[in-house]
């Protein structure tokens, strides 16, 4: 198995919640590292782009609309099959179909509030972490 990266984002209600801590422990205790993180409060241009491929769709508005709410948390998590294994750790994207004690079933209060964003592929998280990252705000020195 490899060492990958992804790309996650804590979203605004677990902000405002008050759980970075409490999911950033979940993450390392499942051997992700954090390899660069930005505190920031997402543009409507910035996230309109991300999600991009969902424009079409009914909740495109109240997506960008929520994702802009509040501060988020921007994250490059590094370990092995991460993309796999970060996939695992948050659970369903629906939190009601969500395992228990994934991210989503302990944090998420809505499909659209579901706490956390994660790359569904190697090369989802490669465009997604050049969208918010330059190279060299990733590290590489574990
Ligand atoms: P995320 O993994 O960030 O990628 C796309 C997001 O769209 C998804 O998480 C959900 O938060 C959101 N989403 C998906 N389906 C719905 C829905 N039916 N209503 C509102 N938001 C949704």
Do not use: Q, W
Not at 49 to 69: A, C, N, Q, W
Not at 70 to 94: D, H, W, Y
Not at 105 to 127: C, F, I, M, P
Request: charged fraction near 25%; glycine fraction near 6%; include cysteine.
């Amino acid at each position: 198995m490899a060492t990958e990266k992804t790309f996650s984002i804590i979203k605004p209600n677990a902000v405002k919640d008050n759980n970075i801590g409490n999911i950033l422990a979940i993450f390392e205790k499942n051997g992700l590292r954090i390899a660069a993180a930005r505190f920031t409060t997402l543009s409507k241009e910035k996230a309109e782009g991300f999600y991009i491929e969902h424009k079409d769709r009914p909740f495109f508005g109240e997506l960008v609309e929520f994702m802009t709410s509040a501060p988020v948390l921007l994250l490059c998590l590094e370990g092995e099959s991460a993309v796999t294994k970060n996939r695992e750790i948050m659970g369903a994207t629906n939190p009601a179909d969500a395992a228990e004690g994934t991210i989503r079933k302990l944090y998420a209060a809505s499909v659209g509030e579901n706490a956390v964003h994660g790359s569904d592929s190697a090369a989802s998280a490669e465009r997604e972490l050049s969208y918010f990252f330059e190279k060299n705000e990733i590290s590489d020195r574990f």
